[in-house]
């Protein structure tokens, strides 16, 4: 199933270079979902990671919330040859399960027990918004009662000023990390990513992920996390 623009896997350096606030986003991102949980029962959780990339989310995941049960899906082989390359030097403890599979249809597949936290980093940009919308569409389904969607992401906020100035300064950002490497193919394609990332189907509007999560039973939205184009969606069910 095509979902939208390739998801390539690059180190977490090269991001951190790229966006400077890579790593204060992801423990930001596990900090609102310790937050969320903090009076619940201190029964191990139950998460679901959309799009393990470089497996920079999923270690993350794994060091935050050492008991819980993690499962990790991707569509995309390398992405999980090179997650479980990334886990592995945590050690052989650590609970997590790779899965090769399209995110909708393994959501689609409620025989399971439910999750406890879905979540995603910089993954959902690269869906269309129509497979998006079918996305959050099931996340209820998958959930228990009082679990949350976590997701960090690109969402445009609504004012256009503020987001034209933001994604220039990236672009502008990428143009320099790839001029000090003299590599003119990677500029080329990370700045088609970005613009292509603005497209109708692909841009993704915080008014309308927050219209259809509430049409499709969040009780509570809420934004965490902004800086540059990126923003944490926390989204209790």
Request: hydrophobic letters at 35%; proline letters at 4%; aromatic letters at 10%.
């Amino acid at each position: 199933m095509k979902t939208g623009n390739p998801n390539p896997i690059y180190p977490p350096e090269l991001l951190v270079e790229i966006c400077p606030h890579y790593y204060e986003l992801h423990d930001q991102l596990m900090l609102e979902i310790k937050k969320h949980f903090r009076k619940a029962s201190k029964k191990p959780l139950r998460i679901l990671e959309i799009g393990c990339g470089s497996g920079y989310t999923t270690t993350c995941l794994l060091i935050s919330f050492p008991d819980a049960s993690i499962v990790s899906i991707d569509r995309d082989e390398k992405a999980i040859r090179q997650a479980k390359i990334a886990t592995e030097q945590l050690g052989e403890h650590v609970q997590v399960s790779f899965v090769h599979d399209d995110a909708l249809l393994y959501l689609q597949n409620s025989d399971r027990p439910k999750f406890d936290v879905i979540t995603s980093a910089l993954t959902f940009h690269n869906f269309t918004k129509d497979y998006r919308k079918k996305i959050h569409a099931i996340l209820r389904k998958n959930l228990r009662t009082g679990g949350v969607f976590a997701n960090a992401d690109k969402y445009y906020l609504g004012n256009r000023a503020t987001h034209l100035a933001k994604l220039n300064w990236q672009i502008s950002q990428i143009m320099d990390v790839f001029a000090s490497k003299a590599d003119f193919d990677g500029n080329h394609d990370w700045v088609m990513h970005y613009l292509n990332d603005e497209l109708p189907q692909f841009r993704m509007p915080w008014s309308t992920t927050k219209k259809e999560l509430s049409g499709n039973g969040a009780t509570k939205i809420t934004r965490k996390f902004s800086e540059k184009m990126e923003t944490i969606l926390l989204a209790t069910f």
